[in-house]
């Protein structure tokens, strides 16, 4: 994600899920008989267990009725016959197996099901119907979808934990006349709940471009949108070539780009919704972003966080691999300037209320919005530690290990210290105490370059 104006709107924009009270099936599941006549389980009651992984889940989307159809495969459990779900803003109509019915409650925004014991990873579907939400916490009244960092609740079942990826299947249906929803039919690896989205609007295609390794680029824009798409995107092909030769190829499928999401008129920036990264009309035509957000299909969607005390990995790395991108391909003078504003934002972050620590230690215990840990203090000193990095060990040397990382962690979630491990292992360097004169401490280096 990129900010501009969005961190504070975000951060002032928190609401608590609205519980929707305590729902119950009326369906009780009474004991069933299968086609071939053979006695079927009873289901089980439902409990709460929210360790049960999700690996896929697939959703049917109808906008003209809200109303959804999630298939979620879960891992199997030979101990546990519960299930949990956020699920804040739904409303639950029906959980189901192949088999028949499943029992399950919605109380508080959680949904548990009772599911029975497999070897074998369960599938479950659950239909529901789903609402419009406040400003960047589930489907916006212009259209477009954004549930990070933890209101996918909002709009599918799931789990925001970042370390429970899922792959996903998505369509999306009931698209008003004269209307394009634009989405990924898939995400083919493990990816984070707020990774999937859409957006409905009058959109026109543009085509950038393919990158040597063969993935074609494409914006999508709204109506007075093309010159901006045109203008942001003008360098997208190197930019992509840069990652992809220096990281490696593009992790989600054949086809990716920018859409132009209509955020409002303050709201000036973008989010990783690879393959088809949001981006907000305003901010369209801003190479920088299109940069930032094009890099997040390594970082923070192909690898993702393990916690969010780990979110430094997401947005410092990002912050980093922007600058380097836009000065290989743009040039020293625009790279000086991107640093030159990544100072700015530093200084600014500095002189702020919240936290300076860029990466608290721990897991689980820090909420990013309500902590402030979502702010430039992650992105900016996330940022100037690699480039203090890159000071004292060479890209020759740099490159390579955060390939490395990537290749290791592509479609799992990573710890910041991992990316430290492989930097030892592959650098030879061992990074800590940069690390944490840049990410744990209240204050900035004096020195530019890592000890
Ligand atoms: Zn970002």
Known sequence: MQIGRLARHVGMGIVILTALGCAQNENQGESASSSSGTPVEPPPEPSADFGRNIQKTGLTVDLATMTATAVIDLAGSLTSTGASFEAGGLEIESVSRAEGPLKWTLTQGQLDVGVPKSLESAQITIDYKFKEQAQFEGLMAKGSTLVWPYFCGNLFPCHSDPADGTTFDLTVTGTPAGMMTVYPSAIGIDAPS??????????????????????????????????????????????????????????????????????????????????????????????????????????????????????????????????????????????????????????????????????????????????????????????????????????????????????????????????????????????????????????????????
């Open 194 to 451: 707020y990774q999937i989205a859409w957006a409905t609007g009058s959109y026109t295609k543009l085509d950038i471009g393919t990158t040597f390794q063969g993935t074609r680029l494409v914006a999508h824009y709204l109506p007075g949108g093309g010159t901006d798409a045109q203008k942001g995107t003008e360098k997208l092909v190197d930019i992509m070539n840069f990652y992809e030769t220096m990281l490696a190829g593009y992790p989600f499928g054949g086809e990716a780009g920018p859409i132009a999401a209509d955020w409002g008129p303050t709201a000036y920036g973008g989010m990783e919704h690879h393959p088809y990264w949001h981006v907000s009309t305003i901010a369209m035509g801003d190479p920088w972003i299109q940069a930032h957000e094009a890099a997040h299909a390594w970082f923070g969607d192909g690898v993702r966080v393990a916690c969010w005390e780990d979110f430094v990995l997401s947005e410092g790395t990002v912050s980093y691999l922007e600058a380097r991108a836009i000065t290989e391909v743009m040039g020293a003078a625009e790279g000086t300037k991107v640093w030159s504003h990544y100072q700015t934002r530093l200084n600014t972050a500095m002189a702020g209320s919240a936290s300076k620590i860029a990466w608290p230690e721990g897991c689980g215990a820090v909420d990013i919005l309500k902590d402030n840990l979502f702010g430039d203090i992650a992105y900016m000193k996330g940022a100037f530690f690699f480039r203090a990095l890159e000071a004292k060990i060479g890209k020759q040397k740099l490159d390579p290990s955060l390939k490395a990382f990537f290749l290791k962690n592509k479609g799992k979630a990573a710890h910041f210290q991992d990316l430290l491990d492989i930097l030892k292992s592959v650098a030879g360097y061992d990074a800590a105490a940069c690390a944490a004169a840049w990410l744990r401490s209240e204050t900035v280096p004096s020195e530019q370059v890592c000890p």
